[in-house]
């Protein structure tokens, strides 16, 4: 395609991506209660109601602990799966890989009703502790596909030669394994966390009615009475996944953690 | 006993079979080469010498010790692998002091002793920078300091050149050489590249199809190959089918007497090796023994070395003479070739 | 180390805590949702252990049949819509220099990051009477005065295109950034067109990845469960929705785990489908 025409087209679809952020950042700035756009008399009050009045700021921090906690949970059974699997060939490793795989590719409400069936025999349905072992679960894939990746870079020449130059298998891990998945960790745990924060369907059948993460105290709001904060939240949002998969960028190699091959 | 003995060493992966009845004794301080074409197992020896694969029959000693079970990581070895496998996480310096860093050296020795191997390998202050930063030539280099870091009893390279381009490549297996020889150590490249291993080897081990085909000193392989891959892989060579007669070969009725006797059947199938650069030519119509009937197809005049293609007994046929030497002949002449003798080895086919 | 077999117990020691996690928190939780669709649900919101197939003869109804229907129907229709615009897009992103690729990789990963909370609020936000995009059409004089575009079809269409756009983008990603730039530049010099070469040589190129992404879609799109409650009427409600509703409002889970493993195994053939595509293409090199 000629460059302008691939421009325009280009420029269009994002224009079109951008578009309800773009109102909804407006919204965001009406003075008054009111959803409307262009906003009225214009102030940023809405933003500092996210972070004083007490109920958005309890679901804000129901949703940063949850993000946080099962973000770090997700990593912590992601990573020693995603080295057993690079590390030996088996069949209950590729089993247990894909097992870690389906919850992201299967329609979330499936996932979010075994969770609903489950904590609720368990006698946890209800608990925070339940919301965020259900998101480690659920977001389990995002780790499990970044380190497997991260792991497939690595040469397997360099970890032979670190084995001829005295290395053991802890040894090895320590000083060449952990140290180039690092990034690989690193962006896993950001993809978890970033997801955590905006799920819904799981936190709210888990735990809708106790622990109101943001994403269950919008859809609430949706139901019985709009409020420009609903705007700020998603502005937040936006603004801190580009932020953090911007950071990604900057420190490691995106497009080969979406799929390109490598730089040569 | 110092030196590593290859004891009947085989290994298959599944069907396939890598290594068969490998069985070799190599003295200590040698510079050795397994050379054979991709394939032939030469890889998967060196691997089972470093202990990166476990051989399904046979022993591996070192200096009289079974070193067959032994894991990789506790048997001392230096090895340098085709990629260089630096690691890219590190520094120059801390790439070369990685093995002192695992055995709890202090940061002080690991910089001396950094510094002592870039100096051996012609290669002093780049200690701090990142590996990325350096040129192909120069990681090779890294590579060889790094492996040599301990003062290995076995120093294994495989193919540590074949990413270097063919000048950097002449000039670099001459230094390996020369630092070998300094050093007195042991060392097995892998190569598949002959040329390079008759610059550098003492002994050369030619393989083929996961066996030994011929052990022995370059020049050794080079003028008495025992069979035709031998003859073919190394070098150049025309081979001339015939049936075995006396000392010699019968090719299309004419007597073609070898360098030694053959000890072959008369009457069995056999052919004659011999190298380019001893085929003689001459004009139609030359009489004498050991001489064949030929016409010329193509002449390439390369400057250095001018090179006479020749179809004889409904064979191709190359023969090589310096341009001073060079006959006068044209695509299409009718020519006698002479095969001295002495340069003529008489192969099993 | 060089070994690929475990061996002995410690060898297999990391595997048993990722393992544990998902049997106890992933499987045990599908068994019982499969053990429950079978429950005999009990007036006013309770069920009792059983064995009957009453919840699955409810598939029988017109009620299922026709939310079933309309969810394919609307995942078909968002999925080739949104597959003709993110192909040429994605194509369009990956010819670009990868420092030029970023900022669209980091906006489309924002995006699709967004809670499906956050982007119905949005969509009906632009479509709502009072901020929406009609206020702008109204003001061009186009129609006499702004009206609410949502809920309706169209909407909903237009807010499931929007989420599954960026899912696409990175669907098609890895297959288009490692097309080899010569095949394009072939056909180029072979005489034909831009335009030309994008149909005739690139799409056919990538059939297979396109027709998988294709499938991801389709199902990513029946996952939709907020959507249809924000964009659409009831009558537009999809089977993800109906499940939600059945379990939390309904209070009829044996009926809401039949609908879900129904729809699991409905996934489960599609996913299965692209597997057994992407395993032919990988033969065929």
Redesign the interface.
């Known amino acids: 395609?000629?460059r302008l025409l691939?421009n325009l087209?280009?420029g269009l679809?994002?224009l079109?991506?951008?578009?309800?952020?773009l109102?909804?950042a407006?919204?965001s700035l009406n003075g008054g209660q009111?959803?409307?756009?262009p906003p009225r008399d214009p102030s940023p009050r809405w933003y500092a109601e996210l972070f004083t009045a007490e109920d958005w700021l309890n679901a804000l921090a129901n949703s940063l602990i949850i993000a946080t906690s099962s973000a770090a949970l997700a990593l912590?059974?992601?990573f020693?799966?995603a080295?057993?699997v690079w590390?030996?060939?088996?069949g209950?490793?590729r089993l247990?890989y894909g097992?870690?795989i389906?919850?992201f590719?299967?329609?979330?409400?499936?996932?979010?009703?075994?969770?609903?069936?489950?904590w609720t025999?368990a006698g946890w349905h209800g608990s925070i502790l339940a919301t965020i072992?259900?998101h480690?679960?659920f977001f389990?894939t995002l780790p499990l596909v970044t380190i497997s990746l991260g792991l497939a870079a690595i040469d397997r020449q360099v970890?032979?030669v670190a084995?001829t130059m005295g290395a053991?298998?802890p040894t090895?891990f320590r000083t060449v394994v952990l140290p180039l998945v690092r990034p690989y960790l690193i962006s896993g745990y950001a993809?978890a966390f970033?997801?955590s924060?905006?799920?819904?369907?799981v936190a709210?059948?888990v735990a809708?009615f106790t622990v109101e993460t943001l994403?269950?105290k919008?859809?609430n709001s949706?139901r019985y009475g709009y409020t420009p904060v609903?705007?700020v939240?998603?502005v937040v949002?936006?603004l801190l996944?580009?932020l953090i998969?911007?950071l990604i960028?900057r420190f490691g190699d995106?497009?080969r953690l979406?799929?390109?091959?490598s730089?040569e | 006993m110092s030196g590593l003995r290859i004891d009947h060493v085989g290994k298959t992966f599944g069907m396939f079979e890598a290594l068969t009845d490998i069985d070799l004794d190599f003295p200590s301080g040698r510079f050795i080469c397994l050379l054979g074409p991709s394939g032939c197992g030469k890889t998967t020896l060196l691997r089972v010498i470093a202990g990166?694969?476990?051989p399904t029959t046979g022993r591996i000693l070192l200096d009289g010790a079974d070193i067959t079970g032994m894991?990789?990581?506790r048997r001392g070895l230096g090895v340098v692998f085709q990629s260089l496998a630096l690691f890219p996480h590190l520094s120059v310096g801390e790439n070369i002091a990685y093995s002192l860093r695992i055995r709890g050296a202090d940061l002080a020795t690991r910089r001396r002793k950094a510094e002592e191997l870039l100096a051996l390998v012609h290669l002093p202050g780049v200690a701090d920078r990142p590996i990325s930063q350096l040129s192909g030539g120069q990681r090779q280099r890294v590579a060889i300091a790094r492996a040599l870091a301990l003062d290995p009893r076995l120093f294994l390279l495989d193919e540590p050149l074949s990413a270097l381009d063919a000048k950097l490549r002449e000039a670099m297996q001459v230094e390996l050489k020369l630092l070998q020889q300094r050093l007195g150590i042991s060392t097995i490249v892998v190569t598949h590249d002959q040329r390079e291993a008759l610059t550098m080897a003492d002994i050369v081990v030619v393989m083929d199809h996961a066996r030994v085909q011929q052990v022995g000193p370059p020049l050794e392989i080079y003028r008495n190959p025992v069979n035709a891959f031998v003859a073919d892989f190394i070098g150049t060579s025309n081979l001339l089918p015939g049936v075995a007669d006396g000392q010699g070969l019968s090719i299309d009725g004419i007597q073609v007497a070898g360098a030694r006797p053959h000890g072959l059947a008369r009457g069995s199938k056999a052919a004659i090796s011999i190298r380019p650069e001893e085929v003689v030519v001459h004009p139609a119509g030359e009489q004498g023994p050991n001489r064949l009937p030929a016409e010329v197809t193509f002449v390439r005049d390369l400057g250095a070395s001018v090179e006479i293609m020749l179809a004889c007994a409904g064979r191709e046929l190359l023969a090589v003479t310096s341009p001073r030497e060079r006959p006068d002949v044209r695509v299409g002449d009718r020519v006698v070739l002479e095969l001295p003798p002495a340069a003529c080895v008489v192969l099993p086919s | 180390?060089?070994?690929?077999?475990?061996r002995g117990l410690p060898?297999r020691l990391?595997?048993l805590?990722?393992?544990a996690?998902?049997l106890l928190?992933?499987?045990?939780?599908?068994g019982?949702?499969l053990a429950?669709s079978f429950f005999h649900q009990v007036e006013g919101g309770f069920y009792e252990p059983g064995f009957e197939l009453a919840n699955y003869a409810r598939f029988l109804d017109p009620f299922f049949g026709r939310a079933l229907l309309f969810s394919l129907w609307i995942s078909v229709l968002a999925a080739v819509i949104v597959i003709a615009?993110a192909f040429?897009?994605t194509y369009?992103?990956?010819?670009l220099r990868?420092s030029a690729?970023?900022p669209?990789?980091?906006?489309?990963?924002?995006?699709l990051?967004?809670?499906?909370?956050?982007?119905?609020?949005?969509?009906?936000?632009?479509l709502?009477r009072?901020?929406?995009l009609s206020?702008l059409v109204a003001w061009a004089s186009l129609i006499p005065r702004a009206q609410a575009w949502t809920p309706s079809f169209g909407a909903l269409l237009m807010g499931l295109c929007?989420l599954g756009?960026?899912y696409t983008v990175?669907i098609l990603?890895?297959p288009l950034?490692?097309l080899d730039p010569e095949i394009p530049e072939a056909s180029r010099t072979l005489g034909a067109s831009?335009?030309r070469t994008?149909f005739l040589v690139i799409v056919p190129v990538l059939r297979g990845p396109l027709l998988g992404a294709l499938i991801?879609v389709f199902?990513?799109n029946?996952?939709a469960?907020?959507l249809p409650q924000?964009l659409g009427r009831p009558q537009h409600w999809t089977l993800?929705v109906h499940?939600?509703d059945q379990?939390?409002f309904q209070s009829n889970?044996p009926f809401?785990?039949a609908m879900?493993i129904f729809?699991?195994l409905f996934?489960?053939a599609f996913?299965g489908l692209t597997m057994v595509l992407g395993g032919r293409q990988e033969a065929a090199r």
Request: glycine share 6%.
């Open positions: 395609m000629s691939r087209f280009m679809v994002v079109f991506m951008a578009l309800p952020l109102v909804v407006g919204v009111q959803l409307r756009f912590a059974v992601a020693p799966l080295w057993f590390r030996y060939r088996t209950y490793g247990l097992l870690g389906a919850p590719t299967l329609p979330p409400v499936i996932t979010a009703l075994g969770f609903l069936v489950f025999v072992v259900s480690a679960i389990v970890i032979e084995i053991d298998e090895v993809f970033v997801l924060l905006n799920e819904y369907i709210y059948m809708g994403p269950i919008i859809f949706l609903m705007a939240v998603a949002f936006v996944a580009a998969f911007g960028a995106l497009p979406l799929g390109a091959w730089k | 990166l694969e476990t894991p990789a990581h | 180390m060089t070994d690929r077999r475990p060898a990391p595997v805590w990722p393992a996690m998902l928190f992933f499987v045990v939780p599908f019982i949702m429950v615009v040429p897009f369009c992103l990956t010819r990868r690729q970023v669209f990789l980091v906006f489309v990963l924002a995006v990051s967004l809670s499906e909370v956050i982007i119905g609020f949005a969509w009906s936000t632009l709502s009072t901020a929406g206020n929007y756009f960026p990175l990603y890895p950034s490692r831009p335009l994008f991801m199902v990513f029946l996952g469960y907020l924000v993800s499940i939600t379990a939390v889970l809401a785990a879900a729809l699991m996934s489960l996913i």
